[in-house]
């Protein structure tokens, strides 16, 4: 196919994807540092990060160069044997988790489902019997699949494809009497992100989190933490359950783990995990040479560019700078979120001031429809936080007319 010009492949998308995005009329074309380009050489700072993926930024060349040296010995085998790769990346996993056994996945909500299943295992092992429940919380956001969606908790994503699986309970996000209330001998698992991240960038309160796992201690219900999207440092800690002093049962992680290509994993301590037996679970590409080369690579390139350290510092930053426009416009009602993961609630829908802020070369996305998120590559610069601030202002100020 010959190169074509923007409008030309906007319209060729139209006619051959499936309609399940409201998609921005950009064709993005590449990108370097927290930057990315459009077909016509636009320029934009991205705080999205590909929905918080991009960790690392655009086109870090010694990322690229260890995918491309993967790429040259082996990207795929199956899981019938073993890869260096995958031990090297699932160690690197072990020690930043504090988990024991780690089963990697293509993608957040697939790592989602293993958990689900790892979790009913169990209390099938345990009990001898099928008919476990789960609590989930409201407003939380899990995937997309029919079993992350069974303990999405936003009816409006639910609806159109029930049945779902069953046995799903809801309790409040950050009330611990609801969890309670919900508990029953039937209850296999409890999940929680520590940071709600599309139901509008809710961070746990320290006493939730510590309440549901003293709770789910004391009546051996597994305790699943979802830090697909507030994990890999975007908080200021590896995973945002140890700036709480939590340990789960099981840990899912995915999006910045391999920092662009599909991967995600569920981590497990070593009496959860034993529940799985050969046959029980499986995936034909997860954990393949060629993701884990990259995981390994992501987990040193943390290391080296003391990227934890660069969270602490700017997310300060950007706590001030969105807590002062805040204060500035009586349309902001709030700031929330926890280092590099930060949200906007407004008292008007956002749409238009995310559509307005991309025209002015800043990516920006929302979290339902009054909430933006902030989610920049965790190698952002003070003066990219400033550059933001400013071209959101001028937005702002726009609005504001």
């Not at 996993?93 to 909500?109: E, I, Q």
């Not at 939380?140 to 494809?161: D, E, Q, V």
């Not at 309670?180 to 960038?201: F, H, L, R, S, Y």
């Not at 956002?350 to 902030?374: E, T």
Request: proline share 3%; aromatic share 8%.
């Amino acid at each position: 196919m010959n190169e074509m010009d923007t409008k030309s492949i906007i319209s060729e998308a139209e006619s051959v994807l499936m309609k399940t995005y409201g998609r921005y009329r950009i064709v993005l074309e590449k990108g370097d540092g927290v930057y990315l380009y459009d077909t016509e050489g636009k320029e934009y700072l991205d705080f999205c990060a590909g929905i918080a993926v991009f960790a690392l930024g655009y086109n870090n060349k010694e990322y690229n160069d260890a995918l491309k040296a993967q790429i040259d010995k082996l990207i795929h085998t199956s899981n019938y044997f073993y890869s260096e790769p995958s031990v090297k990346a699932a160690n690197a996993l072990k020690k930043a988790s504090g988990m024991d056994r780690v089963f990697f996945t293509n993608s957040g909500t697939e790592a989602i489902e293993g958990a689900i299943k790892l979790a009913r295992k169990r209390y099938y092992e345990k009990k001898g019997v099928a008919d476990s429940e789960i609590i989930a919380m409201e407003h939380s956001f899990h995937g997309r699949s029919m079993g992350s969606l069974s303990i999405t908790g936003t009816k409006k994503y639910r609806i159109p494809f029930e049945p779902l699986i069953g046995g799903v309970k809801w309790a409040e996000f950050n009330d611990i009497e609801s969890v309670k209330a919900q508990i029953t001998d039937k209850t296999a698992a409890v999940i929680i992100e520590p940071v709600q991240g599309e139901g509008g960038i809710h961070p746990a309160s320290k006493e939730f989190l510590a309440g549901v796992r003293e709770l789910c201690s004391e009546k051996d219900v597994v305790l699943i933490l979802d830090e697909v999207q507030c994990g890999m440092g975007r908080t200021g800690s590896m995973y945002a359950c140890q700036q709480y002093g939590v340990k789960p049962d099981i840990l899912v992680t995915a999006k910045a783990l391999g920092c662009g290509v599909p991967v995600g994993a569920f981590c497990a301590t070593e009496e959860v995990a034993s529940a799985f037996k050969p046959g029980d679970h499986g995936t034909t590409y997860g954990g393949n040479p060629l993701v884990c080369a990259a995981v390994n690579k992501v987990f040193e390139l943390f290391e080296s560019l003391d990227i934890l350290e660069n969270v602490k510092r700017t997310g300060k930053l950007l706590e001030k700078k969105l807590d002062e426009i805040t204060e500035s416009y009586g349309f902001i009602k709030e700031r929330r979120g926890m280092g590099l993961m930060q949200g906007l609630e407004f008292s008007i829908e956002v749409k238009d001031i995310i559509a307005k802020a991309i025209d002015s070369g800043l990516m920006l996305i929302s979290a339902g429809a009054n909430v933006i998120r902030f989610l920049p590559p965790l190698t952002v610069t003070e003066d990219d936080i400033c550059k933001m601030a400013y071209i959101l202002t001028g937005v702002l100020d726009s609005v504001s007319r």
